[in-house]
């Protein structure tokens, strides 16, 4: 999960608001259920511009998928929250700021509509605009004032095997992996494939400076971390593999550096 930057609002989603916002706010107020044919699906006039800003990935776990049959996610849920009769943030429904694009698997099977506070008394009233009161403890991976995803989630080497868990105790990082199943086996048998495919570029790097060779150093370093692009699959995970391998006193000693993808 890295930090996503959805650009300008398309003029197509400004238009869809200002039609079924009306429509939405007259029908609860005459008694009918909030639901989610109530709310329609036009806030997808949004997903290909998101789908582009987002380097074809979901925003979550960064598989990379197809822009057609995968979903445009609410990041505060529209319907319902919590698994309850409590409503969701409709009047956020068609909000560009509370859309992502996202798979299946993240949006319908993990998060659906789970919305975590620290407080929950504080979650907004309708109509008001976030955050408010609220303290979210899911990431927002397209919020630029919320903690980046990288400082919150590490991939660490457990067991044979890449696991993500909470940076430095970070409780949204921990919560995040929880609530969107970062971590549930499918997605952990990806991340160990994508491992492999690094390892060529990791032994190249690893013999490079056993040689001490600087100019072989300074080029495998530069195919190595061509993985943590934001544009890459597993970026994040990329990331911290390169860091787990190559620490920072190591870039420090040979002049290498390493950025966060986004």
Same mark, same amino acid.
């Given at each position: 999960?890295?930090?996503?930057? =959805?650009?300008?609002?398309?003029? /197509?989603?400004?238009?869809?608001?200002?039609?079924?916002?009306?429509?939405?706010?007259?029908? @609860?107020?005459?008694?009918? !259920? @909030?639901?989610?044919?109530?709310?329609?699906?036009?806030?997808?006039?949004?997903?290909?511009?998101?789908?582009?800003?987002?380097?074809?990935?979901?925003?979550?776990?960064?598989?990379?998928?197809?822009? =057609?049959?995968?979903? *445009?996610?609410?990041?505060?849920?529209?319907?319902?929250?919590?698994?309850?009769?409590?409503?969701?943030? $409709?009047?956020?429904?068609?909000? $560009?700021?509370?859309?992502?694009?996202?798979?299946?698997?993240?949006?319908?099977?993990?998060?659906?509509?789970?919305?975590?506070?620290?407080?929950?008394?504080?979650?907004?009233?309708?109509?008001?605009?976030?955050?408010?009161?609220? &303290?979210?403890?899911?990431?927002?991976?397209?919020?630029?004032?919320?903690?980046?995803?990288?400082?919150?989630?590490?991939?660490?080497?457990?067991?044979?095997?890449?696991?993500?868990? !909470? =940076?430095?105790? /970070?409780?949204?990082?921990?919560? %995040?992996?929880?609530?969107?199943?970062?971590?549930?086996?499918?997605?952990?048998?990806?991340?160990?494939?994508?491992?492999?495919?690094?390892?060529?570029? &990791?032994?190249?790097?690893?013999?490079?400076? /056993? !040689?001490?060779?600087? %100019?072989?150093?300074?080029?495998?370093?530069?195919?190595?971390?061509?993985? *943590?692009?934001?544009?890459?699959?597993?970026?994040?995970?990329?990331?911290?593999?390169?860091?787990?391998?190559?620490?920072?006193?190591?870039?420090?000693?040979?002049?290498? %550096?390493?950025?966060?993808? /986004?």
């Amino acid at each position: 999960m890295i930090r996503i930057s =959805r650009g300008a609002e398309p003029d /197509s989603l400004k238009e869809v608001r200002r039609v079924e916002l009306p429509r939405v706010r007259d029908a @609860l107020a005459a008694g009918e !259920a @909030l639901t989610r044919e109530l709310l329609k699906a036009k806030f997808r006039v949004a997903g290909e511009y998101l789908w582009k800003a987002q380097h074809h990935k979901c925003c979550y776990c960064e598989v990379i998928v197809a822009k =057609r049959g995968n979903d *445009v996610e609410h990041f505060r849920p529209a319907v319902s929250v919590q698994k309850t009769s409590e409503r969701g943030y $409709w009047w956020l429904a068609w909000n $560009w700021d509370n859309l992502l694009f996202s798979c299946p698997a993240c949006n319908r099977y993990e998060k659906n509509d789970l919305f975590p506070l620290a407080n929950p008394s504080q979650r907004i009233q309708p109509e008001a605009q976030p955050p408010g009161g609220e &303290i979210p403890l899911l990431l927002d991976p397209a919020d630029p004032a919320a903690a980046d995803p990288v400082d919150s989630i590490v991939f660490r080497r457990e067991l044979g095997h890449w696991v993500p868990g !909470a =940076r430095r105790g /970070s409780v949204e990082g921990a919560e %995040t992996v929880k609530v969107l199943g970062l971590d549930y086996q499918d997605l952990l048998d990806l991340y160990d494939d994508h491992y492999d495919r690094m390892r060529a570029a &990791i032994e190249a790097m690893e013999q490079a400076i /056993s !040689a001490a060779n600087q %100019t072989r150093i300074k080029a495998d370093w530069d195919v190595l971390v061509r993985h *943590v692009k934001a544009e890459c699959l597993f970026s994040h995970l990329a990331f911290d593999i390169v860091d787990h391998h190559f620490p920072q006193a190591t870039r420090a000693r040979y002049g290498l %550096t390493l950025f966060k993808p /986004s």
